[in-house]
């Protein structure tokens, strides 16, 4: 849920943050069900994303698994 600032996440892609617009399922306090713009296996930055930017350099290896 702290991924989700709005209707987008920002999934790593070889580090490099890139923001995708993501369709929103079912709702839980701690969880929300992302039913399409995600892949299963896909990372997303989850702590502050709103402090990151389309295209921005991440060091992905200093992120959590």
């Known amino acids: 849920r702290k ?6 996440v920002f999934p790593l892609e070889v ?3 890139r923001q995708v ?7 839980h306090l ?3 069900e992302i039913k399409k713009g995600l892949k299963e296996k896909d990372r ?4 502050t994303p709103h402090l990151f930017y389309d295209g921005e350099k ?5 992120l959590k698994n």
């Open 58 to 62: 991440v060091n992905s290896t200093l």
């Open 30 to 32: 701690e969880f929300i």
């Open 3 to 8: 991924a989700l600032p709005g209707h987008s």
């Open 44 to 47: 997303v930055i989850a702590e």
């Open 15 to 17: 580090g490099t943050a």
């Open 21 to 27: 617009t993501v369709v929103i399922g079912a709702r």
